[in-house]
């Protein structure tokens, strides 16, 4: 049974306390620290580190990506453009 590895993109930096309690994760301190330094720049920083593990993933032999929603279809639509 292959693991599908799923990702959620980071939109606001409100999300740093939410994400953790809805997922059961640890967010990496490096990705912490760059939206506590620029909140104002969550999504684009969101996307960018997504995209990175996205293509780090698909490198690795991941069979594929499961991309969490939530109401944000618009940052996953820029993400997987880039794929094509």
């Known amino acids: 049974m292959p693991i599908i590895p799923g990702i959620k993109v980071i939109k606001t930096a409100n999300q740093l306390n939410s994400l953790p ?3 059961h994760i640890d967010l990496p301190h490096e990705l ?3 939206l506590v330094a620029k909140p104002e720049h969550a999504a684009t920083i969101g996307k960018e580190w997504a995209k ?5 993933l698909i490198a690795r032999g991941a069979p594929c990506v499961h991309f969490f929603l939530m109401n944000d279809v618009s940052s996953v639509l ?3 453009k880039d794929f094509n």
């Open 52 to 56: 990175s593990q996205v293509q780090d």
């Open 32 to 34: 912490v620290s760059e």
């Open 78 to 80: 820029e993400i997987i």
């Open 21 to 23: 309690r809805l997922f």
